[in-house]
T-cell receptor, first 110, second 114 residues
Framework: AQSVTQLGSHVSVSEGALVLLRCNYS??????LFWYVQYPNQGLQLLLK??????LVKGINGFEAEFKKSETSFHLTKPSAHMSDAAEYFC????????FGDGTTLTVKP | DTGVSQDPRHKITKRGQNVTFRCDPI?????LYWYRQTLGQGPEFLTY????????KSRLLSDRFSAERPKGSFSTLEIQRTEQGDSAMYLC????????????FGSGTRLTVV
């Protein structure tokens, strides 16, 4: 069995501020972990992934995430938010098929 | 490759009618997935295929839902006797056979049952 919990359905930051989107997972096997981004009226797009090896992974658009096994977490960060980052973000765990969290809507204020 | 294509983009149907959606995955991808997404929720797993074999179907899925992937290429998802609760975005995704690559999603088919 596997599940994902995203803490905070809405996060609002100012442009230039740190972005932190939280994700905790459970999995009965070593997980693959993913973050996807969904812009309005578009499909989900892969942002970054963790499979094995280095626990800090970098993705597109300056985002990165750190896999912490002891905390069962895979939080997404970006040092400086840009207006174009406003979107919905989904964390997913995969052990065969992916299970998604309910998403976090990121708003970026000018 | 043009990515994952879904058709139609939007479908409005009357309650009780049957609908069918089509998904064309990335040609090199062995796996094809169907998910359903409603407002404020993450994608919910429906079923997936490896080549032409349907490997898993969600236990939450009623018998009104059926999916096929003949010859391991495109896939269709059919909903019979639609209900208002079926209104949602239906997402198709594909991946290479191993899950570690992540999914490539299509833009989805938005179904409205009136």
């Amino acid at each position: 069995a596997q599940s994902v919990t995203q803490l905070g359905s809405h996060v609002s930051v100012s442009e230039g501020a740190l972005v932190l989107l939280r994700c905790n997972y459970s999995s009965s096997v070593p997980p693959y972990l993913f973050w996807y981004v969904q812009y309005p009226n578009q499909g989900l797009q892969l942002l970054l992934k963790y499979t094995t090896g280095a626990t800090l992974v970098k993705g597109i658009n300056g985002f990165e995430a750190e896999f912490k096994k002891s905390e069962t977490s895979f939080h997404l960060t970006k040092p400086s938010a840009h207006m174009s980052d406003a979107a919905e973000y989904f964390c997913a765990v995969n052990a065969g098929k992916s299970t998604f969290g309910d998403g976090t809507t990121l708003t970026v204020k000018p | 490759d043009t990515g994952v294509s879904q058709d139609p983009r939007h479908k409005i149907t009357k309650r009780g009618q049957n609908v069918t959606f089509r998904c064309d995955p990335i040609s090199e991808h062995n796996r094809l997935y169907w998910y359903r997404q409603t407002l404020g929720q993450g994608p919910e797993f429906l079923t997936y295929f490896q080549n032409e074999a349907q490997l898993e179907k969600s236990r939450l899925l009623s018998d009104r839902f059926s999916a096929e992937r003949p010859k391991g290429s495109f896939s269709t998802l059919e909903i019979q006797r639609t209900e208002q609760g079926d209104s949602a975005m239906y997402l198709c995704a594909s991946s290479p056979w191993t899950g570690g690559y992540g999914y490539t999603f299509g833009s989805g088919t938005r179904l409205t049952v009136v």
